[in-house]
């Protein structure tokens, strides 16, 4: 069964501090893809990344980046130099090849909180 | 270009009462999802949508229901509300249904019941 275990239900960081966000996954799929998505207080999620099973190349994209391992079934995100505005949930899922684009599977979330 | 818009924001309803909300999705988009976010459950799938048929639906009971409209805007419906329905209701919307669209997420509709 597909599953996504965000282990750190809450951070608590003092600005520009480096973060790193665990998120390790569960599927039966070799083609499958990761997600991650913030959300602010607002509630909206925002979308940050998408990766899929066959691409292993680590991304940076200014203060975030994703390291993403098979060998591990991880897909960690480090927010480098953190900032007060980084302060949400963040969220990372999981979609299957064979399931439908639109079902999402979602951790239950890490809570970072960033201090001035 | 107008993101996801969801009609209300927040909705208080009682018990036994039934609820429609709304959601527009990015003009071109054609597919609409629909999720549940609750504290204790988190993030859930309810169903998936693209040119007025579901194509997928999550483990939830028959009282909740949905459409799409040709215009692709979409609905859903929760009838006999209880109390465990309180929850953030979010919907997202993508081109088509194929895994390289992003999902894109409305501000959600809040919904109370008591």
């Known amino acids: 069964a597909q599953k996504v275990t965000q282990a750190q239900t809450e951070i608590s960081v003092v600005e520009k501090e480096d973060v790193t966000l665990d998120c390790v996954y569960e599927?039966?799929?070799?083609?499958?893809?990761l997600f991650w998505y913030k959300q602010p207080p607002s509630g909206e999620l925002v979308f940050l990344i998408r990766r899929n099973s066959f691409d292993e190349q680590n991304e940076i994209s200014g203060r975030y980046s994703w390291n993403f391992q098979k060998s591990t079934s991880s897909f960690n995100f480090t927010i480098t130099a953190s900032q007060v505005v980084d302060s949400a949930v963040y969220f990372c899922a999981l979609s299957e090849a064979r399931g439908s684009q639109g079902n999402l599977i979602f951790g239950k979330g890490t809570k970072l909180s960033v201090k001035p | 270009k107008a993101g996801v818009t969801q009609t209300p924001r927040y909705l208080i309803k009682t018990r036994g009462q039934q609820v429609t909300l709304s959601c527009s999705p990015i003009s071109g988009h054609r597919s609409v999802s629909w999720y549940q976010q609750t504290p204790g459950q988190g993030l859930q799938f309810l169903f998936e949508?693209?040119?007025?048929?579901?194509?997928n639906k999550g483990n939830f009971p028959g009282r909740f229901s949905g459409r799409q409209f040709s215009n692709s805007r979409s609905e859903m419906n929760v009838s006999t509300l209880e109390l465990g329905d309180s929850a953030l209701y979010l919907c997202?919307?993508?081109?088509?249904?194929?895994?390289?669209?992003?999902?894109?997420f409305g501000p959600g509709t809040r919904l109370t019941v008591l």
């Open positions: 949508y693209f040119s007025e048929t579901q194509r």
């Open positions: 599927t039966r799929d070799t083609t499958y893809y």
């Open positions: 997202a919307s993508s081109l088509e249904t194929t895994h390289t669209d992003t999902q894109y």
